[in-house]
């Protein structure tokens, strides 16, 4: 059975002695719950595809302690290291080529001869890394195609019985998955759009990221289309609901044209994006949980965080391939 700990020093210190062991260990970052293992063992990694029922086995991000940590794994670009100085720790992950002297495994990196590191800011996460002494390799703590699990009960109702430890640190404060950008190339790529908003590290880097087009599966293996999916459908950039939908709203623009008795989450009411972000999981859940069958989805404006938002929705609302 899996045990629920709030995640004080002995727990941590629990938790690393389980990761070094070979378990499973699911922990809070600023982003969402990750689902860890030891990343330089082929035997734990492997638990974590069993333990998410994953169809392939997709790369994984290791969770490293610092920039250092992630010296010793990855061939990382000036441009690359630079943006590590200025946003790590925090929710960016960096895809680079991997060094021969490198430890994480290569089932953590399906086979390929990039690798993908991250530094999280979550002081929970980052005790956990440094306890552990390893990379932590961690997707997040849900079962495969579900929606991604910002608090500790979200990780126990994909999980439970699959996993060792529990570590509770609340509510995963940005609520979106980290930023993914690849330094495999010549230019630098956003992979997956999240919590760091591509502004941020457009002006950063002094120049616009080539975007991959969720179209092209090859890249981000992991990006499947039907993804993020809640149990019910999702129908996008509704203006106001049809018969027998719910609603998920932003910033009050379906709640003004329903009758009060409409179920209708709204992910901001003020329409803050950011708040929109770390309620998006959880608000699909909710809807979930209340019943809904058929989810109508507010507009979502397209800047800052609105193109991670956009981004899980789109997963959510496309067409399910059974895992
Ligand atoms: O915020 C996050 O990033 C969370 C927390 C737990 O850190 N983790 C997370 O992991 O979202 P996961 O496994 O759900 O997503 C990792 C993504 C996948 O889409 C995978 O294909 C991509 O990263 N990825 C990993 N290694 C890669 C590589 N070498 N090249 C290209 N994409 C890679
Ligand atoms: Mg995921």
Not at 22 to 50: H, K, M, Q, W
Not at 84 to 94: D, R
Request: neutral net charge.
């Amino acid at each position: 059975m899996t045990a629920l700990a709030p995640a004080d020093a002995a727990a941590i210190e629990r938790a690393a002695r389980l990761l070094r062991d070979g378990g499973l260990v699911a922990f809070p970052t600023e982003t969402v719950y990750g689902l860890g293992a030891d990343a330089t063992s082929p035997a734990a990694v492997a638990r974590i595809y069993r333990a998410k029922g994953r169809p392939s086995f997709n790369p994984l991000i290791a969770h490293v302690a610092d920039l250092d940590a992630a010296l010793a794994e990855a061939a990382l670009p000036k441009a690359a290291i630079r943006l590590a100085e200025t946003l790590w720790p925090g929710p960016l992950t960096l895809v680079a080529p991997r060094v021969a002297a490198g430890s994480v495994c290569d089932l953590a990196c399906a086979g390929l001869a990039s690798v993908a590191l991250r530094v999280p800011e979550a002081p929970v996460a980052l005790a956990l890394i440094r306890a552990a002494g390893r990379p932590i390799a961690a997707p997040s703590a849900n079962r495969s195609g579900h929606v991604s699990p910002v608090t500790a009960a979200h990780v126990i109702e994909d999980l439970d019985g699959a996993v060792d430890l529990v570590l509770d640190g609340g509510r995963a404060e940005r609520g979106v998955e980290s930023t993914i950008l690849s330094f495999v190339g010549e230019t630098p790529r956003l992979l997956r759009p999240g919590a760091l908003a591509r502004e941020t590290l457009e002006a950063l880097l002094g120049r616009p990221l080539e975007t991959t087009g969720a179209a092209a599966a090859v890249v981000a293996p992991g990006m499947t289309a039907s993804h993020y999916a809640p149990r019910a459908r999702l129908r996008l950039d509704a203006s106001a609901l049809r018969e027998g939908e719910a609603g998920l709203d932003f910033a009050g623009a379906l709640r003004a044209r329903a009758d009060a008795a409409a179920m209708i989450v709204d992910l901001s009411p003020k329409g803050d994006l950011e708040e929109a972000a770390a309620n998006l999981f959880g608000h699909l859940r909710e809807l979930d949980a209340r019943g809904a069958d058929h989810i109508a989805v507010a507009p979502i404006p397209a800047h800052g965080l609105g193109e991670a938002i956009a981004d899980r929705l789109r997963r959510a609302a496309a067409p399910r391939t059974k895992a």
